[in-house]
């Protein structure tokens, strides 16, 4: 098969890259390179299977078009990420974000071509469930307050592909993603393992926003690639969504903890109130688990690896780079 795979040169994209060409697929990566890099791509770019790489938008129709000679299947992962990235220009993202998997979506459409939509557990919002299913109800704070047109935006992108599927018969699938991890995620938009672990290796202070009691489950990169290309690849699986993630929780206070042990640092832990961290108004979310029920009885999705691999292969993926994760 050839793929697209738009954000290709992303942190999940460049995963997802590296395992389609591991199974001995073609890969035509689309990426503009706002948060992806080409550092990325380097380990594998000069593999035959890696068709093309083009640097463009998403929303740019006719860029998209130049992409699908002979491709047979569309992972959309393309998209303005990163809580820092969103509130320091809220506007553009929420553009990238509405249009450009529009524009995929409506290339697909052209094509007859399967997709994947990439969406996040960002959608739920401040729905504090334990365990919230692909049926759990959005609990979201005003549109005014930047921080949830990143759920606004994703949701409708949804509902797109949910409705390409329905009056068009695009075969489309969702994922929902949540707190997805590893190596090659950079700190800088915001992202905590990684910040956490850099700051540790650089003996810099830990920086937990808030109160710290906040809590996550973080899912390693490689357990959540082979998904989506089981996902794509089975028609079954198609017009609806699946969430994707690990079911190990923990607070941020406690993820600082042990960061610190794991790499031996002696950075302290330091708090920092929201507002200062994001500016004023800024609302979190008190807890975010998944219930991936569905794709495990679907695909039999299993995450195997824990929270002390993800925080080690980090460690060493930032070790080797050499990897600056600036100061908070
Ligand atoms: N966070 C933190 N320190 C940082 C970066 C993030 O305490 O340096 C917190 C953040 O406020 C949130 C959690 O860690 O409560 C996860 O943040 P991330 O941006 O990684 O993911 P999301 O908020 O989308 O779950």
């Known amino acids: 098969m050839r793929c697209?795979?738009?954000?290709?040169?992303?942190?999940?994209?460049?995963h997802l890259t590296e395992h389609l060409l591991g199974l001995g697929h073609e890969v035509v990566v689309l990426d503009d390179f706002s948060t992806g890099s080409e550092r990325n791509l380097a380990p594998f770019s000069g593999h035959p299977g890696l068709v093309r790489v083009v640097r463009g938008s998403v929303c740019d129709r006719e860029t998209v078009e130049s992409c699908m000679t002979g491709v047979d299947a569309i992972y959309h992962l393309a998209a303005a990420v990163g809580v820092f990235t969103i509130l320091g220009n809220t506007l553009d993202c929420l553009r990238t974000n509405l249009h450009g998997t529009e524009t995929v979506l409506e290339t697909a459409r052209a094509h007859g071509v399967p997709i994947l939509v990439a969406s996040t557990s960002e959608i739920y919002g401040k729905n504090t469930a334990d365990g919230l299913s692909e049926e759990a109800d959005r609990v979201l704070g005003?549109?005014?307050?930047?921080?949830?047109?990143?759920?606004?935006?994703?949701?409708?992108?949804?509902?797109?592909?949910?409705?390409?599927?329905?009056?068009?018969?695009?075969?489309?699938?969702?994922?929902?993603?949540?707190?997805?991890?590893?190596?090659?995620?950079?700190?800088?938009?915001?992202?905590?393992?990684?910040?956490f672990v850099g700051q540790a290796l650089a003996g810099e202070p830990i920086t937990v926003f808030g109160d710290g009691t906040q809590v996550r489950c973080f899912c390693h990169v490689h357990d959540i690639v082979p998904a989506l290309v089981t996902l794509l690849e089975d028609a079954d699986t198609h017009g609806t969504v699946y969430n994707l993630g690990?079911?190990?929780?923990?607070?941020?206070?406690?993820?600082?903890?042990?960061?610190?042990?794991?790499?031996?640092?002696?950075?302290?832990?330091?708090?920092?109130?929201?507002?200062?961290?994001?500016?004023?108004?800024?609302?979190?979310?008190?807890?975010?688990?998944?219930?991936?029920?569905?794709?495990?009885?679907?695909?039999?999705?299993?995450?195997?690896?824990?929270?002390?691999?993800?925080?080690?292969?980090?460690?060493?993926?930032?070790?080797?780079?050499?990897?600056?994760?600036?100061?908070?």
């Open 246 to 328: 690990n079911s190990e929780q923990i607070s941020i206070t406690a993820l600082a903890q042990r960061v610190v042990e794991a790499t031996g640092s002696s950075s302290p832990v330091v708090k920092v109130p929201y507002e200062q961290a994001y500016g004023p108004g800024f609302e979190d979310m008190q807890r975010r688990i998944p219930d991936c029920t569905r794709a495990r009885e679907r695909i039999g999705f299993r995450p195997r690896r824990t929270l002390d691999e993800i925080i080690a292969a980090v460690a060493e993926d930032l070790e080797r780079q050499g990897r600056e994760i600036p100061a908070s």
């Open 4 to 14: 697209l795979i738009t954000g290709g040169a992303g942190f999940i994209g460049s």
């Open 142 to 195: 005003s549109p005014l307050k930047n921080r949830w047109s990143y759920a606004e935006a994703k949701a409708l992108d949804e509902t797109l592909a949910h409705l390409y599927g329905v009056e068009y018969g695009v075969s489309t699938v969702i994922v929902r993603l949540f707190n997805t991890v590893g190596p090659r995620q950079s700190g800088q938009y915001g992202m905590v393992i990684p910040r």
